[in-house]
């Protein structure tokens, strides 16, 4: 009985022509991002091949190896060229406009293939001396100074960059970082899935969820039915099966938009061999410095911890707006506070005196770690960096949004429905 | 009147205004705020823009030959200052950096030459000389430059820079006040759109999912109150964005911009126009494109707001349009609206298409409503 009741307050917010919409459309928008993007798609296939060929892991055997295949490679060129070279690149600068036509297209195939294993070996033989000049004393200097922390607050964020630091000890000792993956400085591969398309993905499930969830809870006052509906024998526990209709449609729409817009991604773009590489791999290098996560990840490992963070927040998210509707009594209303409130969240830390220890605990929202899953379980972010931000945050507001569903919920049963 | 007036009351009651104040501080705090506090962002930022007024006061929105050679002077005094300057301490003299040309030139991978100039750049306030230098440089590099073409990419941009260069419009000033004028402008109306929209969209809703309808409809001034009620939606958004517009632009005269104020937009760096209004009248051609874009939106809202069944439709129906202005705002509609890199006619045609469209839609819809089962 109480299953259909959920499935038919479900049914008031996907019989909506105009939240399909939305959904197609958001989706349509993620699939062209993504397909916008892939002009270099082919030639993340090398890194595949790398991990075929030598093994995922970096060893000096298979970098030895992998330098006499280069140069088996270079005699091939030779014989293409009829010169010798000591490198690709020495080749290519000598290279003049009319000698492009010289070559034929197969030719040319190999010549780029060779250019980028050459680029992926020298990255690979590099790893160990740019390693070796990260100093994570000054890395958190540098982030004191630039968030101009003071007090408390520099030594709570002090502390966490000491353990920080033998996790990077520790970090390198297993060689976690000598894995082969895409060439983040080239590609920026990283960045593009956990920051461009996630954040697709989340602002878009969170506008659908707003509404829906407004939708159902306050559906009875907008359509002038609440003097039937809660006077029936459900009566006031029907809010209880609205809550749970708003958490199934949030799971629904954001599961929706997660399939089809990372399917799409993973269509487009070639993981096959790639997905047990470490994400602290040094070729996940992008910016200034490395990403290097708390515990030792792999990309799938990585890839499933980000969408389940994405997913418990997006079900908080609707519970949060559910006890916002129920006390606002207006969706219109309810709908722009809570994307005022999802701001608002981004800002307080902002606020917050920079000698104070206030600064940490208010960055730990869930918009916040919604809007930062590239740097999620990494100790490389800055002022978000501790080791229990993700869990901290998702258990706390857990707890925040079961107290207030349940405080609204017995609320409701006082109210006047008039 | 009194019917106008009520309805006003309806849109603008107190509740609303407070969600409008509440989401423009969020707003200001998330856009806004940062092309306010942190201008002139930095150094050089703040050289350009204390040489920039130098310039205006000196030689006026204007600089002749003459006046770009005492410019030069001025540089090259600033030079000696500078060599002075670099003679009188120790660490340099002894470092072997006594002339502002060494100094310039110095060897990057010395890294003991390196900190003592990091030193003099960024941690001795104070000493602004080496700044305004590099600052200066620029400028006499872009002076010089005046009567070159820059990059084109089609023949209607390469004969409107022939035509700046033949009246003497060069890119000279500095551009950091027009820059961050633009980033400003774009971020407020960004604010504004949202503004306008959160605060006409319920207007018609309310009205008919309260059922009062069959009762506004059938008393003496009937369907008429339609028209009164987007009367109402009108004037509420042009207050709205008149508010809106004197508070942000009270807080814009922080930046204390308006000693450029004559200066012709053309003869900022890289800046060239399809048409050739003062800064000042450029910040009025974008408060007149700010009044548009509310009013267009405005009237979209009061449209939408007369069909859809609810107000969780009347949001979702509106986010691809407002998500497809902002990125036009960004672009050609406001930040760049008469720049040279986007076609002459686009922001035109834009602009009086979206009015075009938005006025036909509201016709439409009093068509419809004056022909309603209201009963239903």
């Known amino acids: 009985m109480a299953m259909r009741i959920v499935w038919h307050e479900c049914q008031k917010a996907f019989k909506s022509p105009i939240l399909i919409g939305l959904l197609l459309l958001f989706t349509a928008f993620n699939v062209f991002v993504i397909v916008d993007n892939s002009y270099f798609k082919e030639e993340l296939k090398i890194a595949n091949q790398l991990v075929e060929k030598y093994g ?228 996940n290098w992008e910016y200034n410095f490395p990403n290097i996560a708390w515990w030792n990840l792999s990309i799938g490992q990585f890839l499933s911890g980000t969408i389940a963070i994405v997913f418990i ?52 929202s869930l918009s916040l770690l919604v809007l930062n899953t590239a740097s999620s379980f990494m100790g490389s972010s800055g002022l978000i960096m501790f080791k229990n931000f993700e869990w901290m945050t998702t258990v706390c507001w857990t707890m925040i949004t079961f107290v207030l569903c349940i405080f609204s919920l017995k609320w409701f049963h006082k109210k006047d429905i008039q | 009147m009194r019917v106008l007036w009520n309805e006003l009351k309806k849109i603008l009651t107190w509740k609303m205004l407070f969600l409008l104040v509440l989401l423009n ?63 009188s301490r120790r660490e340099f003299v002894e470092a072997g950096l006594v002339t502002y040309e060494k100094f310039k030139h110095f060897d990057r991978d010395n890294e003991e030459l390196n900190a003592l100039h990091s030193k003099v750049m960024f941690e001795e306030k104070e000493v602004n000389t080496f700044w305004e230098l590099q600052e200066r440089e620029r400028l006499i590099e872009f002076y010089d430059m005046k009567d070159e073409l820059r990059g084109y990419d089609n023949a209607q941009q390469k004969q409107r820079m022939e035509e700046l260069i033949a009246s003497k419009k060069y890119g000279v000033y500095p551009e950091v006040v027009i820059m961050n004028f633009r980033d400003f402008i774009g971020n407020v109306t960004i604010a504004i759109l949202f503004s306008v929209v959160l605060v006409i969209s319920p207007m018609i809703l309310k009205d008919r999912s309260r059922q009062m309808l069959a009762l506004q409809y059938t008393s003496k001034k009937g369907r008429n109150l339609f028209k009164t009620k987007i009367l109402a939606g009108l004037i509420s958004t042009f207050s709205v964005i008149t508010a809106l517009l004197i508070v942000y632009f009270g807080v814009y005269s922080l930046n204390d911009t308006s000693m450029y104020f004559d200066v012709p937009i053309n003869t900022f760096i890289g800046n060239a126009s399809w048409y050739d209004p003062t800064f000042f009248q450029y910040i009025l051609l974008c408060v007149a494109a700010i009044y548009l874009i509310g009013f267009v939106f405005g009237l979209l809202a009061m449209s939408f707001s007369s069909f859809v069944p609810n107000s969780m439709a009347l949001i979702g129906i509106q986010i691809p349009f407002i998500v497809g202005m902002i990125i036009v705002i960004g672009g050609p509609l406001m930040r760049y609206i008469i720049s040279i890199w986007n076609p002459q006619w686009l922001a035109p045609t834009v602009y009086s298409g979206m009015i075009v469209i938005s006025v036909i839609f509201i016709i439409l819809l009093w068509r419809r409503e004056k022909n309603r089962d209201i009963v239903l």
Do not use: C
């Open chain 1, 56 to 283: 995922r892991k970096i060893t000096d055997e298979s970098l030895l190896q992998f330098e006499k295949d280069l140069q088996d490679d270079l005699t091939a060129l030779k014989e293409i060229t009829g010169q010798e070279y000591q490198s690709v690149y020495d080749f290519l600068e000598t290279l003049t406009f009319e000698d492009q036509n010289r070559y034929s297209e197969q030719e040319w195939r190999f010549i780029e293939q060779l250019q980028l294993k050459e680029m992926y070996f020298s990255m690979a033989n590099d790893i160990d001396a740019s390693y070796a000049k990260i100093d994570i004393q000054k890395v958190a200097e540098g982030t004191i100074a630039q968030s101009r922390l003071s007090g408390n607050a520099e030594k709570t964020l002090l502390r966490e960059y000491e353990k920080f630091s033998q996790r990077f000890e520790e970090m390198k000792q297993n060689g976690e970082h000598k894995e082969w993956f895409f060439a983040g400085k080239a590609y920026f591969m990283h960045s593009f899935l956990f920051k461009t398309v996630f954040l697709h993905i989340v602002i878009e499930s969170l506008m659908l969820i707003i509404l829906s969830t407004a939708l159902i809870t306050n559906y009875e006052f907008e359509n002038r039915t609440q003097l039937v509906t809660y006077g029936t024998t459900r009566g006031r526990r029907l809010m209880k099966d609205k809550l749970g209709a708003s958490v199934a449609m949030a799971a629904l729409l954001t599961t929706f938009i997660l399939v089809a817009t990372l399917s799409t991604y993973f269509i487009v773009y070639d993981y096959s061999n790639v997905w047990g590489t470490s994400i602290n791999s040094a070729f």
């Open chain 1, 313 to 364: 927040t997006m079900l908080l998210y609707s519970g949060l707006t559910f006890t916002l509707t129920t006390f606002v009594k207006n969706s219109y209303i309810a709908a722009i506070l809570m994307a005022t409130f999802f701001v608002l969240a981004l800002l307080i830390p902002g606020f917050m005196p920079t000698s104070s220890n206030l600064l940490f605990i208010t960055s730990y």
């Open chain 2, 25 to 87: 501080s969020v707003l200001y705090f998330f856009l806004i705020e940062f092309d306010i506090e942190h201008f002139p962002n930095g150094r050089p930022a703040l050289d350009s823009y204390n040489i920039g007024i130098e310039m205006i006061e000196k030689y006026g929105t204007h600089m002749d030959e003459e006046e770009f050679l005492d410019f030069k002077q001025a540089y090259d005094e600033q030079v000696k200052e500078a060599d002075q300057y670099l003679q």
